[in-house]
Structure formats: structure tokens, C-alpha cells
């Protein structure tokens, strides 16, 4: 068996090949676009940097140039990843703006806009996420310095058959109306076939145990791991990529159990575990909006404010609603998903606490340990 542990060690014992987000691949071909805007040339293949300092390389499937913009595209490619948006066309469109406007974003055909508020955007603005919004600043001003550019420029990111694609998604439901979302935390997909994945959690709790680690976290992606480091003083192999499979690790801990078990992770996936869902993926379970609008009232939301959470568009948004007046939705959530999983657990000798977070990594919600 390995010795080394953690997020990475997992990934390695899968065997499942990582690929690249919509966002890695907007920045990619922002770059190339901004680049052949200031010099002529279209880098092919062009490199970026990652939020964790990869720095993959990307073929441009397309180009095209004129006085005023340049387009560049990259296919992208999610790895084993079971990804809707695997092998779709990815383009970024540069047009130079007059200094001082900044880079400005624009949905083109295939990106969607969005339409309701509870999600990490404005009412109104593309559905480009705050994360591959920052890469591709950072890259449009390394390139503006590199060749002389002001950095003032509009990035219309673009891709082909988005907006049928999206059907299979859950942006409509989320008022996302028009194409897909560019995402991406770490620029890295990371593939999870169920059964590779749930057995990497396995080999990392066994792993957690034989270097003696009486204390793991569950997390359910890099940002809810950033957090947990920022809690707690824990090494790399004791901390669990759980992703969505929560029963899994619960599963398996209650048979091989450690002194004291972390949950970490976004609000919304941490409301579906407090609901008793142990799968947490978004096309197997959903944020139950009643129940959470149910919690609200056990903390002291009126009937007005709970009506408002149970129609509420998303659950950061029921979070929101809550926040503004002071009912702490968030530690309700959390202590039911701290409930939820010493269930499963049936008694096993664990002590377990639940962290929720925003997608910042902001806690919003925690529970004491029981």
C-alpha cells in the first residue's frame, strides 16, 4: 500500500485520466485571442496557469483575426470524466477597449445569462463564475504586459451547441437561461467513476489509519479542503476528496473508524446530507427547499421568511434570505447534516462535526462536535 495520502494520492489510484474545465479552456483561448490581438501570432499550443500552478497546454482548434478581434478556440477535454461539456467548442472573442475599462465579460451564443438572484452573480451577467473570471484577468494581464496591451478589453466566451447542451443540465431550473455556466475551481476536472472513487476514499481512510491519524476530514472538492486546513492542523493524508459520495466515507469509517470525522463542503451539498441523502451529485439529488425552509422555521424564521426560503431559486439563496435576518440557517444545516452521518454510523466510535461553506470557502454554517 502507498504511504502518502490525500486529494492527489486518491486521484493516483484511480487511474482515471484528469481533464480541463470550461473555464481552464476560456482562459486558454482568451489568451491566445489577446495574444494575436497584440502581436499577429496565435500561440498554438498556448499555456496557462492554474489557481494550484499547473500549467497545461492547449491546442487552438480555430483561430481568426481582424483589426478590431480575435477568436481562438479549444476543444475541451474532460478526461475519464462522465462530463456533458466533454469535446465541446470552446471560444473567447477579444475586442481592445479605450484604457481604463477593464476586461469587460459577454455571454456569447452557448453561455447563458443569468436570470434569477442566489447564485454567485449578478442578475444580468454571463454565466462566467467568479474563479474563471479571475484567471482570465490574471492572463489578460500578463499578456497586456508581456506586448505592450492596456489590459482593457471584452472577452466574449462562446460554445458551439451550448445552448442544447445546457438542456441536460441544470441550468434552466436555475434561471441560467441561454447556454451553459463556464466553471471551474481548480481549472482541473477531476474524474469519478463511482466505483474507482469510492474505493480511493477507501484506501485513503486505510491509509489515514496505518500512519495513525485519529482525526480525517471529508471534503467535497479543493475549496471546502482549503477550509479545513484553515480549521484545523491536519497532514495531506488526512484528508478525504470524498466529492459527493458522503455515505462512502460513513460507510466505511463506521467499519474501520478513526477518533473524530470532519465534514466539509458547500451549503447547498451539506443541506442534501442533513436531508439524508448520502449521494450528494447534483443529478442524483436535489436541494430540498421545504426542508430547508422547515430548518429555518426551528431557528426562529417567521412563516413570511420560510415561505420565502421554500420557493427560494437556489440554497445559497435560501442562505441568503435567512442571513439578512439573522436566522442561522447555516448552523441549523449543519447540525442535521452532523446528525445525518453519526446515523450511519450507527453507534461506531466516532466523533463528528459538519463544516458548511460558500463557494469562497467562507464558513456559514458549523456544528460542534458530538
Not at 492527489?8 to 491566445?32: D, Y
Not at 451529485?281 to 436541494?287: C, E, G, L, N, T
Not at 424564521?301 to 420557493?311: D, F, G, I, N, Q
Not at 454510523?345 to 469562497?360: E, N, Q, Y
Request: hydrophobic share 40%.
Amino acid at each position: 500500500m502507498s504511504t502518502s495520502g490525500g486529494r492527489s494520492a486518491q486521484l493516483k489510484h484511480t487511474g482515471l485520466r484528469p481533464g480541463w474545465t470550461t473555464g481552464a479552456c476560456a482562459t486558454a483561448a482568451t489568451t491566445a485571442a489577446y495574444t494575436a490581438l497584440l502581436t499577429g501570432d496565435f500561440p498554438d499550443p498556448v499555456t496557462i496557469t492554474l489557481p494550484k500552478g499547473q500549467t497545461p497546454s492547449f491546442a487552438l482548434a480555430r483561430e481568426e483575426r481582424a483589426d478590431a478581434h480575435a477568436m481562438a478556440a479549444v476543444v475541451k477535454d474532460a478526461g475519464d470524466d462522465p462530463d456533458v461539456t466533454h469535446g465541446a467548442l470552446i471560444r473567447s472573442t477579444v475586442r481592445l477597449l479605450p484604457p481604463g475599462s477593464g476586461v469587460v465579460f459577454r455571454a456569447g451564443p452557448g453561455v447563458g445569462t443569468v436570470t434569477r438572484p442566489g447564485l454567485p452573480l449578478a442578475v444580468g451577467e454571463p454565466a462566467i463564475n467568479p474563479v474563471p473570471r479571475q484567471m482570465i484577468r490574471d492572463h489578460v494581464a500578463r499578456v497586456a504586459a508581456e506586448h505592450g496591451g492596456t489590459g482593457d478589453v471584452e472577452v466574449t466566451v462562446s460554445i458551439d451547441d451550448g445552448e442544447e447542451i445546457a438542456r441536460s443540465t441544470w441550468n434552466p431550473r436555475l434561471g441560467i437561461l441561454g447556454g451553459l455556466s463556464v466553471l471551474g475551481t481548480t481549472g482541473v476536472v477531476v474524474p469519478y467513476s463511482c466505483s474507482a472513487w469510492i474505493d480511493s476514499i477507501r484506501r485513503g481512510v486505510d491509509v489515514a489509519r496505518a500512519a495513525g491519524r485519529t482525526h480525517v476530514a471529508g471534503c467535497t472538492g479543493s475549496t471546502s479542503e482549503k477550509t479545513v486546513l484553515s480549521l484545523y492542523d491536519l497532514p495531506e493524508d488526512a484528508l478525504l476528496d470524498m466529492g459527493d459520495f458522503a455515505g462512502a466515507v460513513l460507510k466505511y469509517i463506521r467499519r474501520h473508524p478513526v477518533d473524530r470525522l470532519t465534514i466539509c463542503g458547500g451549503f447547498a451539498k451539506l443541506s442534501k446530507l442533513a436531508a439524508g441523502h448520502l449521494d450528494l451529485h447534483s443529478a442524483r439529488s436535489q436541494v430540498d427547499k421545504g426542508f430547508l425552509a422547515e430548518l429555518a422555521r426551528s431557528a426562529g424564521a417567521s412563516e413570511e421568511l420560510a415561505a420565502e426560503v421554500a420557493t427560494a431559486n437556489t440554497g445559497l439563496a435560501a442562505l441568503q434570505l435567512c442571513a439578512a435576518r439573522g436566522i442561522p440557517l447555516g448552523d441549523r444545516v449543519a447540525e442535521r447534516a452532523r446528525d445525518e452521518a453519526l446515523s450511519v454510523l450507527r453507534g461506531a466510535p466516532v466523533m463528528v462535526d459538519t463544516v458548511c461553506i460558500d463557494r469562497a470557502g467562507t464558513v456559514v454554517g458549523r456544528s460542534t462536535p458530538r
